[in-house]
Nanobody, 124 residues
């Protein structure tokens, strides 16, 4: 298990940028053993995949809806994964969650370790 703590988020105008952070603590396991992912959930909608990062940052994949606008990166020294969100759109507004698991998956049900979630609001 790994404990994940998120920070960042908030209110931004459409077209603007935000960066979310997700820091993992090595509580019984090593953070670097885990693949990381970001998901989001808007009101009344299911939790959806945003992007994922192979452990140690070897590779990333993104949902088509955010490709070219969002970037996931890793700071190994800080046990922290970032989600840089640029050119934000109204439809990007949601609660964003980071997740960690030994499975490199796009399905939220495959992830056992979750951050607390952070709200991203995009205004027109």
């Amino acid at each position: 298990q790994v404990r994940l703590v998120q920070s960042g988020g908030g209110l931004v105008q459409a077209g603007g940028s935000l960066r979310l952070s997700c820091t993992g603590s090595d509580s019984g396991d090593t953070f670097s053993n885990y693949h990381m992912a970001w998901f989001r959930q808007a009101p009344g909608k299911e939790r959806e995949f945003v992007g994922r990062l192979w452990r140690n940052g070897y590779m990333t994949t993104y949902a088509d809806s955010v490709k070219g606008r969002f970037t996931i990166s890793l700071d190994n020294a800080k046990n922290t994964v970032y989600l840089q969100m640029d050119s934000l759109k109204l439809e990007d507004a949601a609660v964003y969650y980071c997740a960690a698991d030994r499975r490199y998956s796009i399905r939220p049900t495959d992830y056992d370790n979750w951050g607390q979630g952070t709200q991203v609001t995009v205004s027109s």
